[in-house]
């Protein structure tokens, strides 16, 4: 009976079934790291536009109880806002801002500050 050198099939199929295994890991990872991307410039971009708006409501002499909301475009998104002021000690006004897109809420905020 004559030697044969090389592989089986069985050791080629599963030589196969390793490597696909392993490119499929790879490929869903460098999915997670895009769509993890994403989230970052979206959270980031999101507490870009609640910064600003903490910065009007500290500066607004005007800025009175309740609720408002709106939007405002920013790097060619729109992002939609809420401000909630409210009282809560004597002197005092609670502010929260949030932030979202169409995919759900980017950012918040809340500082406090002295009545007008």
């Known amino acids: 009976m004559a030697d044969r050198s090389g592989f089986t099939l069985i050791e080629l199929l ?4 390793v490597f696909s295994l392993a490119a499929m890991a790879l490929l869903n990872l460098s999915g997670e790291n895009t769509r993890s991307a994403a989230r970052v410039e979206t ?6 536009v609640a910064e ?3 910065v009007e ?7 009175a109880e ?17 401000r909630s002021v409210q009282g809560v000690e004597a002197g005092l006004l609670r502010i929260d801002i949030a932030v979202s897109t169409d995919e759900g809420q980017a950012a918040d905020r809340v ?6």
């Open 111 to 116: 500082l406090f500050r002295s009545r007008p």
């Open 43 to 48: 959270r980031t971009l999101g507490g870009v």
């Open 14 to 17: 599963v030589a196969l079934a």
């Open 57 to 63: 409501a500290m500066i607004d002499l005007r800025l």
């Open 66 to 82: 309740g609720r408002t909301d709106g939007a405002i475009p920013l790097a060619g998104r729109q992002w939609r806002w809420t």
């Open 52 to 54: 600003n708006l903490a």
